[in-house]
């Protein structure tokens, strides 16, 4: 009899093990939950009877399974690039929550950037092979082609970026539309720069630009020197400078800018302030020219900006207005550069 009872009870056991281990296998091989609570887990129930005093014990053992993880708790993924204009304005009205605010947020590295100006009848796209912190602190080669209404050319040349300095060398090559190189005379006017029936001006200028910003206060000094060495002009005759509005008996130009711009913004992106330029032509009697005005720098985006520049002439050995005045930037920048 007490063998009969033992064969029962082992054999009860062995069926409920079986039982648990199905679902078991059930669960591991990707049970998906549906609405409504999950099934509960199995549990095993066994029985045994001590052979000494005869009496009999219950256990009970509960299976506990992982219940897998429903899809909602996953992360959402966006399968959209960082490639908009603008940043997405529920999380920062300045940049696109999937970008760095900065390039200089990620390490040195070799990267291919890309400055877009377009802007009142110009427009001067510029591409740079460089290693560093695109836009922020690197060392590299730009490359522009130059185009607007009065003029095409090309520079090319090195260029460093440091905190607080930025140093560009190399030749920039340039074709005016409708100027002619210009007999010597003490002045001119607009109509004497502006006339086309001579040889038409192709000049080849060789230029150093060195440019500092020193924060200061709210804001930053900003300083600029420039020496450009302009060729390619017959002998006897000068040339009007399409990059320094100037008229130029070669070879030298001579600059130097400073100004006082304020910072702006939450993240200090916007500026605005006013500069002076000084140039000389060593070459030509009296021609010292004084410009002065405002500039302005927008920030809406990592990548896109409002500028402008309206730096007057306001004293000169020439009467040529506009010509002679400092309208470079009236636009809008774009810029690009790998991660």
Known sequence: MRARLIFCVTLATTTVSATALANVTQSTSGWVPEEGPPPAPPTSTSTSTSPTTGSRTTTSTTTTLSTPTAPSDFPRVDPRPPLSLFPTPLEDRLMDPRMTRSWAALPSRPFVSTTIDIGFVYLRPRVTLGYGKPFTKWIGVDANPIVSSDVAGVYAGIRAELPYVDLRVGPRYVVSF?????????????????????????????????????????????????????TNVPNGEYAFEETMKVVVAPPLIYRGRGGYLIRLGAYSQH????????????????????????VVRIALSRRVELRGSFVMMLLGPDKIGLDGSDFTELGVRYRWATE
């Open 178 to 230: 409708n100027r002619s190189f210009l007999p010597q005379k003490p002045n001119y006017d607009r109509l004497d720069i502006s006339t086309s029936e001579g040889a038409q001006q192709k000049i080849l200028t060789y230029e150093a630009e060195l440019d500092s910003t020193i924060p200061l206060g709210p804001g930053a000094v900003v300083l600029r020197g420039t020496v450009s060495y302009v």
């Open 271 to 294: 500026s605005v302030g006013l500069v002076a330029d000084v140039l000389d032509v060593p070459k030509r009697d009296d021609a010292i020219t004084f410009r002065a005005g405002p």
